[in-house]
Nanobody, 124 residues
């Protein structure tokens, strides 16, 4: 599956952004999906996951209550609504797909396919 992330940009702290991830080339609904971010000088961190049918979502503690992950399997697209953005949210955000099991969903190694990343910069 090929993934294309979009929607990043520059936003002030407290603002909102919506990221999109368009998938092609394989059955989108057969993959668990995730949003993974990497801040400068830091390791990649899975911040949100969603199961194949969209029925279950999970979030890292750092974004819980502020970010919402969703998907539309009819449109082969995944989203990440980011509200109340903080300076610490500044990172490159990647969408990723994998046939993961629940216990591995927060491990970047569980995702076999990655998009190219989109930059999110939060300013004060």
């Amino acid at each position: 599956v090929q993934l294309q992330a979009s929607g990043g940009g520059l936003v002030q702290a407290g603002g909102s952004l919506r990221l999109s991830c368009a998938a092609s080339g394989d059955t989108f609904s057969s993959y668990g999906m995730g949003w993974i971010r990497q801040a400068p000088g830091k390791e990649r961190v899975v911040v949100a996951t969603i199961t194949r049918n969209g029925g279950t979502t999970s979030y890292a503690d750092s974004v819980k209550g502020r970010f919402t992950i969703s998907r539309d399997n009819r449109k082969n697209t995944m989203y990440l609504q980011m509200n109340s953005l903080e300076l610490e949210d500044t990172a490159v955000y990647y969408c990723a797909a994998g046939r993961w099991i629940t216990s591995s969903r927060f491990s970047p190694e569980a995702y076999a396919y990655w998009g190219q990343g989109t930059q999110v910069t939060v300013s004060s």
